[in-house]
């Protein structure tokens, strides 16, 4: 599934809503459906975005998402377990719920639970 920064024109994310006013049929999102409701995402390269100019001089991605169907619980699981929650639940511009975490690296891991407008479930493509 392609999405366009089209779907975001009401965002309140700056740069995807200004994107859907000035570049609306841009490819915003790559959504890959591995299995029902879960899904690998792509991100095309935006502008300003630097590229790899050394082997391993930057990270190969910029980060992971693993869908949970209770945010509220796994946000109480996870730091009753001591893992640092870098931010609050919030919605995201795909409508989508979501907070993050990272790994001893500094990788970041988003933590995300679907509602009934997120653009994977309504599509917008």
Known sequence: MI???RAYKNSNNLFFSKKALTNPDDICIIYIEISSGQFVEFFPKVEGQQAHSEWNENLGYSHFALLVDD???TKHELKMAGVEIDNDISKGPSHTY????????GN???????TENSVQVEGNC
């Open 3 to 5: 999405v366009r920064y």
């Open 71 to 73: 945010i509220f619980q």
């Open 98 to 105: 979501q907070f993050w975490i990272h790994d001893p690296d």
């Open 108 to 114: 970041k891991i988003e933590i995300m639970q679907y």
